[in-house]
Structures are given as structure tokens and as C-alpha cells.
């Protein structure tokens, strides 16, 4: 299985939000947000849900991929609603909680200082794992601390965790240090 810290970082920036339920947001979805589509087939599908929740072994079929687009619309409009100070919409409510409501991943622990892993993983557990993921985080704390990344030509999401609650950019080795350089070179 591919690991997040494998991945280039232009691609890796897309998973460090410090959530899973935000991380799904970045693979794409419909309308503005095509230009981000990275899950294509039922196989990147699979990939992609491993990179983010580090897990081995699952696989997805067509009918797991047409469950898995609703399921990231609704938390990619819930956060992005939060993030600007607005409500999550009724139909999103139902989407994720109808999500979540399928058993989840279940931990197994390995031999000591492997790490964990899951029995029987499965692309519904896996999207169901990333909905109570975006439950706890919209009805908690840090739902007022989700953020867009302040960069005119990003616009990923991310969970402001810093102490200050000042975070602007999804990434100081992307968009913050982008940022920066600019702004450097037109003082200069």
C-alpha cells in the first residue's frame, strides 16, 4: 500500500488536514471541484481510501464507488459551509448520518510497534469510518475551526489546530511558502 508520506507533496498537501473526513474532500467531486477528481475507477477508489486511512487490503466495486460520491459531496459542502460560517444542510445531515450508520473499521492491534490493523476491511466500513469521522468533527469544537486554505489557486480544506486559531494555508511547504516567496519578490 502506498503511504501518504510516499506520495509527491503536491499531491501529498491534499491529505494533511488533520482529519480523514476533510482528506476525502480533496479527491474531487462534481462541478468546481472536478478539476480535483483523482478517483476515477473503483481501483483508484480503493487507493485512495487506503492512503487516507491506512489501510491495507480493501477493494471496491462500482456500486462502492456510487456510494462513496454522495457521501463526499455532502461532508465537501458541509465543511466548506462550516468554514465560512454558514449551517450543514438537512440532506447532507441525512447523507452522512446514513453513511455512518454501517459498522465501521474495526482496529486490530499487531505485534507491538507494528502498528495497527483492520479485520475484514471494507469500502463501506471505510466510508462509514470517515462519516463518524465528519460527525465528531462538525458537532465538535473544532467545527469553527475549519478553514479554506487562504491561497487564490488552492482552496483545500483544513482543521485549523494551531493554538492561535490563525492557520491560513493548507501547507507552509506549498501554499504558505508560495505566499511568502510573492510576497518577498513584491517587496522587493
Not at 5 to 33: A, K, M, N, Q
Amino acid at each position: 500500500m502506498q503511504r501518504r508520506e510516499d506520495l509527491p507533496l503536491s499531491v501529498r498537501v491534499r491529505f494533511l488536514t488533520g482529519r480523514v473526513s476533510l482528506d476525502i474532500t480533496h479527491t474531487g467531486g462534481e462541478g468546481e471541484y472536478a478539476r480535483w477528481e483523482i478517483v476515477h475507477t473503483p481501483g483508484d477508489l480503493a487507493r485512495w481510501l487506503g492512503v487516507i486511512l491506512s489501510v491495507d487490503g480493501l477493494t471496491a466495486g462500482p456500486a462502492d464507488l456510487a456510494a462513496m460520491r454522495p457521501v463526499r459531496a455532502a461532508i465537501t459542502d458541509a465543511a466548506r459551509s462550516l468554514a465560512v460560517g454558514g449551517s450543514v444542510r438537512a440532506s447532507d445531515v441525512a447523507t452522512i448520518n446514513a453513511a455512518a450508520a454501517v459498522p465501521p473499521l474495526v482496529p486490530t492491534l499487531g505485534a507491538v510497534g507494528a502498528g495497527v490493523g483492520y479485520a475484514a476491511p471494507t469500502t463501506a466500513a471505510a466510508l462509514s469510518s470517515i462519516a463518524r469521522d465528519a460527525i465528531d468533527l462538525f458537532a465538535g469544537p473544532l467545527a469553527t475551526r475549519i478553514r479554506v486554505c487562504a491561497s487564490e489557486t488552492c482552496g483545500l480544506l483544513l482543521v485549523d489546530t494551531s493554538r492561535p486559531g490563525k492557520r491560513r494555508w493548507c501547507s507552509m511547504q506549498r501554499c504558505g511558502n508560495l505566499a511568502k516567496v510573492r510576497a518577498h519578490r513584491g517587496r522587493a
